[in-house]
């Protein structure tokens, strides 16, 4: 890929986020073209201090530079045109409507939550030059839902972050209860989205086989119950770091299996994380996620909520090594191809480099 950075290398790229690092999926970005040299600051700003942080920066930075907006930091928009300057890109990733009103129902008293996310999802959109969201379906989305000009958009999946995913723990301790290497991986948080309940059916359904079950699902319900040769973990992973270890020993992992609407639209990061680890992958048949990879080639879908077909699927994998080997093999061609950091970073660059 060739790239006129001359415009680049004139300015700086200034990331600016609330979260620490490693946390955004704007961190994959900026990790990328760091690596390709270009010079990126990441600055993480105290929520609690934005007026004196954004006279500290003002100090610092031209009002020339080009600023990014992390997600899910989204206000930061408005600040940053006051206090830095216009040349702003919000990488959205997603509305924060959507994550905090559609996905985890979160009102607030009078709605006001509703209202705040929405007004700030509406206002960041306009003082933003450019929006970066995960898909074009999301970007369908979020255009009607703030009645923005779709130019000003633009589609970059999330990818992984490989520096971490290159790494494994060799004394990581995980439970292994047949001593059998035949384990399936469920990580994420519980939320409306994940159909956990789908997953724990079928485990019990699968009860029979030599097939072992491990669950890292922070915030799920004590009631949901798994089968007896199932690992559950309803708190968080101590860190990052031990996630490559954890899908290294898993053959099969499980994405989002509910019939939640925003799956036709949004694509989890585990997608990535399997297909970088080329662990074969099961999800439910959304349009989110075949926007980016295809059905009976580089992923497995079931049924949305069916949890006999996910069992089904299961236990044909483990029945059939070449076909099991066969999914995680094309998911990791389809991600070096398409999703790499590498890849990934030159389409950001160009995106910055768009009518700039």
């Known amino acids: 890929m060739n790239l006129n950075l001359s415009k680049i290398y004139e300015k ?15 961190w994959h970005y900026y990790s990328g073209i760091r690596k390709m040299g270009i010079d990126a600051k990441f600055v993480k700003i105290d929520s609690n201090k934005l007026f004196s942080e954004y006279l500290k920066l003002r100090k610092k930075f031209s009002r020339d530079e080009i600023f990014v907006i992390m997600s899910p930091s989204h206000y930061l928009t408005v600040y940053t045109r006051i206090f830095l300057g216009k040349n702003i890109v919000l990488d959205a990733g997603w509305s924060l409507f959507e994550a905090t009103v559609l996905t985890r129902r ?5 709605g006001h939550i509703l209202f705040k996310a929405y007004l700030i999802d509406f206002f960041s959109s306009r003082i933003a030059k450019k929006i970066i969201l995960e898909s074009k379906l ?24 490989e520096e971490i995913f290159s790494q494994t723990q060799a004394n990581l301790e995980l439970p ?13 948080k519980y939320n409306e989205e994940s159909g956990i309940e789908t997953l724990a059916n079928a485990t019990q359904l699968l009860k029979s086989e030599d097939i072992t079950f491990w669950i890292f699902c922070p915030g799920m319900p004590e009631y949901i119950s798994f089968s007896e040769f ?14 490559p270890s954890i899908y290294s020993l898993a053959q099969i992992t499980i994405g989002q299996l509910s019939s ?25 048949r959304q349009a989110g996620i075949k926007e980016l990879f295809l059905e009976n080639e580089e992923i497995l879908c079931i049924r949305p909520s069916d949890s006999r077909d996910l069992a089904d699927k299961i236990k044909k994998l483990f029945e059939n090594p070449e076909l099991l080997k066969k999914f995680g093999c094309n998911m990791n061609i ?4 398409s999703f790499s950091q590498k890849t990934l970073a030159y389409s950001f660059m160009n995106i910055l480099l768009d009518r700039m």
Request: overall charge positive.
């Open 230 to 243: 199932a690992y559950v973990n309803s708190g968080y992973i101590e860190s990052k770091s031990l996630f």
């Open 260 to 284: 939640n609407k925003r799956l036709s639209r949004t694509i989890p990061h585990k997608a990535f994380e399997s297909a970088f680890m080329s662990k074969t992958y099961i999800t439910a």
């Open 138 to 161: 999301q970007q369908d989305f979020y255009c009607k839902l703030l009645g923005l000009k779709r130019k000003k958009t633009y589609v970059l999946p999330t990818g992984v972050d």
């Open 334 to 337: 389809k991600y070096q191809k």
């Open 106 to 110: 979160i009102f607030g008293p009078f």
């Open 176 to 188: 292994n209860f047949f001593d059998n290497s035949k384990i399936v991986l469920f990580r994420g």
């Open 12 to 26: 700086k790229i200034v990331f600016l986020t609330i979260e620490g690092p490693g946390y955004s999926r704007s």
